[in-house]
């Protein structure tokens, strides 16, 4: 997937999950004032339905990884491979 794709997904999947609308995609997931259990359901699907490998990248990255662009530009990279 183009990194333009899985920013559009992820914001759809955390629109979807929480009811908050991202304007920044550099905000930090963390700031959204919502469940963390609604990021897990989103970190999930994103693994499970989509096939993204969001574990590892989050595994390999600091917290800095936790907003839009940073896991779409990094999901985008590993999707390449």
Do not use: Q, W
């Amino acid at each position: 997937m183009r990194e333009k794709d899985i920013a559009s997904l992820l914001k759809a999947r955390i629109t979807f999950y929480t009811g908050k609308k991202i304007t920044d995609d550099n905000m930090h997931l963390c700031d959204l004032d919502i469940p963390i259990e609604n990021l897990l359901y989103i970190i999930v699907e994103l693994d499970e339905t989509y096939n993204l490998p969001i574990y590892a990248l989050l595994s390999e990255n600091d917290y800095t990884v936790f907003t839009v662009h940073n896991l779409a530009k990094g999901l985008a990279t590993s999707t390449r491979n």
